[in-house]
Structures are given as C-alpha cells and as structure tokens.
C-alpha cells in the first residue's frame, strides 16, 4: 500500500485542522489504518488507529479532541483534529497494519506516509 498524507499547516490554539492519508496499491480495506506524530529529538509516538471495521483507539493525550475515521470506497482515512494545543505540533505520518492492536504498538508496520506537519501557535 502506498501512502498520500496532507492536511497539515499552521494553526492557532483551539483551532481544528483536518489530515488525510490516500492509500492506494493493495486492497485498502483489508488493512488497520492509523496515525502517528513525531518531534525532533523524540520517538514516533502512537495517536489514533481505526480497524478495518471501523473500531477506533486513541491516545490518551488526545482522546475527546481527535476523531479518526476511514471512507473505504475512496480509500482515505481522515484525522479530525479539534482544540489543538501547542504540544500537539509535530510531523504526522499515516501508517498501515494488518490489525488495529499492531498498529497501536507500532508494530509490524506495512506502509508509512510521507509525513505532514502540524504547527499549533499559542
């Protein structure tokens, strides 16, 4: 599978932004779908997965605020990003795995995206 983020740019404190991640190349829903961010000097950190029918997970640095979904009939999976803080700024990557609990653990990773930043001014 072949990854396609974008969405990111330059937001205020408390506003939303909304990333998304085209797939295309293998069968698109057959995979878990997720989300990762990253800043410098630190490990790419796990934000939010939804499985192949529809079953979701989320950090907890961002539950209540982040919203992930899928559409499998475009093969896109979005993160909606709401009250945004300025320790959400980072590089976000898509990635995909053939099951929800992988994904989670940064596990067995088939496909990563290309990255998107995400900058929150206070």
């Known amino acids: 599978v072949q990854l396609q983020a974008s969405g990111g740019g330059l937001v205020q404190a408390g506003g939303s932004l909304r990333l998304s991640c085209a797939a295309s190349?293998?069968?698109?829903?057959?995979?878990?779908m997720g989300w990762f961010r990253q800043t410098p000097g630190k490990e790419r950190e796990f934000v939010a997965g939804i499985s192949r029918i529809g079953g979701s997970y989320y950090a907890d640095s961002v539950k209540g605020r982040f919203t992930i979904s899928r559409d499998n009939d475009k093969n896109t999976v979005y993160l909606e990003m709401n009250s945004l803080k300025p320790e959400d700024t980072a590089v976000y990557y898509c990635?995909?795995?053939?099951?929800?609990?992988?994904?989670?653990?940064?596990?067995?990773?088939?496909?990563w995206g290309q990255g998107t930043q995400v900058t929150v001014s206070s």
């Open positions: 190349g293998r069968t698109f829903v057959t995979y878990a």
């Open positions: 990635a995909t795995s053939r099951k929800l609990v992988l994904l989670r653990a940064g596990r067995e990773i088939d496909s």
